[in-house]
């Protein structure tokens, strides 16, 4: 089954449509909720000779753990040279050359002739491919120019060092099956691009583009470049839902994680709403179908995963299945647990790595005058392992039990407790990040009791390292 990689370009189409004037900060946290739920890549605007520019670039580079960085430059070294010294501090950086190759917009925007267009960008990508092998020629508005013209271009930047090419339908003129045949056509002119990723991107003048993003997946296609709020071109949540939905016909299937798609998409929403100043990403986080929501001990499962649903979480039975778990510890020692702290357990309990270390149990002592002893019981794989640690404090000892448990020990990057609601029975979140590895860890834990929502953070983190480390 082909692997098809979604490009989420908001930002680029924010600034290319001016439909949105979004902030550094709201960049920065659009850039962390894509990089959380699996795309691809994620493409900034360029550097327009700015150094605040650089400046956006290095700072989400530093940001981007899981997905490529892809950054445009223009068909000169010394851009090509600021956008990689700006983005070369993420993990995984692609430099894009574009280039308009339809005849009208070659004299009008490129204001270069045709053979001289070729030359340009093959020596542009030949540039880009000295500091990167992950170099993308953008064919702006492809579908209105000559096929053959078309694979000669792409011909050249593939002989430089692209290892992808994307053709444009700028005009959203084709309807799914004209843009399949493109497609089609394109791959027999350019037997080249078999050995190369092939992306499209299509406008959506017709209320077409998903279908057109479809049609062009079948046809080979294995990026599609796609925007996470609506600005006329295709979809994020549509595309990646109907990739999730018919991967078994489609032959192709997408790592976007659509479990969390719902609300990572009404998170950006929110930032890019026009009442930005009133609609915060850590504020209203619940919808407002389950606010005011009380659930208690008694609910059964189905009643706690039909407000979970209306959460804007979409969990596997096995998630389920944990998130009543944690769902019925909470209830066990509470009256009622609201719509806030339902979303703080899912948050906590779900979408998480398969376990290696589980709580079994724990004793705490502290005083004032005898440094605080935790005995913690994990279960590795099954096994029964216990430690007892002395600390400074209960959480201190804790986190050392479990070191001696796991036998090894990790660097504490981070560490915050907050209270999820209000009163005296009020759920605590703590969230502890461990560096192994030079990589950062983050883990969450939820309860009652703050010395036991850490030592559950902990062992969270310790989990996603255990699991990275087997795989």
Not at 182 to 192: E, G, K, M, N
Not at 408 to 422: C, G, N, P, R
């Amino acid at each position: 089954m082909r692997d098809i990689r979604v490009s989420d370009i908001t930002m680029r189409e924010a600034i290319a449509s001016k439909a949105l004037s979004l902030s550094f900060k709201e960049k920065l946290e659009i850039v962390k909720i894509l990089d959380r739920i699996g795309v691809g890549s994620i493409e900034v605007e360029g550097i327009e000779s700015s150094k605040v520019d650089s400046l956006r670039i290095k700072s989400i580079a530093s940001l981007v753990k899981n997905s490529t960085l892809a950054v445009p430059v223009k068909m000169d070294d010394d851009s090509i040279q600021a956008v990689w010294n700006a983005a070369k501090g993420a993990k995984h950086v692609r430099l894009q050359v574009e280039a308009a190759v339809s005849p009208s917009c070659m004299e009008y925007i490129q204001r270069k002739k045709a053979d001289t267009l070729i030359a340009d960008a093959a020596e542009a990508v030949a540039k880009c491919a000295q500091l990167t092998d992950d170099v993308e020629f953008v064919a702006i508005d492809a579908t209105r120019t000559d096929v053959a013209y078309l694979a000669r271009v792409i011909d050249a930047v593939v002989a430089a060092g692209a290892k992808t090419v994307t053709v444009c339908d700028a005009a959203g003129s084709m309807l799914p099956e004209e843009f399949a045949q493109f497609i089609a056509d394109l791959y027999q002119a350019t037997p080249q691009l078999k050995d190369i990723d092939l992306g499209i991107s299509c406008c959506n003048n017709l209320n077409m583009a998903d279908a057109c993003a479809v049609a062009g997946v079948m046809a080979g296609a294995s990026i599609v470049k796609a925007t996470s709020y609506p600005m006329g071109v295709v979809a994020l949540d549509n595309v990646a839902r109907i990739l999730a939905a018919k991967a078994d016909a489609l032959g192709a299937q997408s790592k976007v994680r659509v479990t969390e798609l719902k609300r990572a998409m009404n998170q950006i929403s929110r930032l890019c709403c026009d009442d930005r100043s009133k609609a915060s990403l850590f504020t209203g986080a619940v919808s407002e179908a389950v606010e005011g929501v009380v659930l208690t001990a008694g609910d059964d499962q189905a009643t706690v995963m039909q407000y979970v649903e209306r959460l804007g979480y979409s969990l596997s039975d096995e998630d389920a299945e944990a998130v009543f778990e944690a769902f019925k510890k909470i209830a066990a020692s509470k009256e009622r647990v609201s719509a806030t702290e339902l979303d703080a357990i899912v948050a906590s309990a779900a979408l998480q790595v398969p376990p290696t270390y589980t709580l079994d149990g724990y004793v705490i002592n502290s005083g004032l005058s005898f440094k605080a002893t935790s005995h913690i019981s994990l279960r590795k794989n099954g096994e029964l392992i216990e430690a007892v640690s002395l600390g400074d404090g209960p959480i201190d000892s804790s986190f050392k039990s479990i070191e001696s448990v796991v036998g090894k020990h990790y660097e504490l990057d981070d560490f915050s407790i907050q209270a999820v609601t209000e009163g005296r029975e009020a759920m605590g979140e703590s969230v502890v990040k461990l560096i192994a590895d030079g990589k950062v860890y983050s883990g969450r834990g939820i309860s009652t009791d703050i010395v036991e929502s850490s030592i559950r953070a902990y062992i969270n983190a310790l989990n996603k390292i255990a699991y990275e480390e087997q795989n």
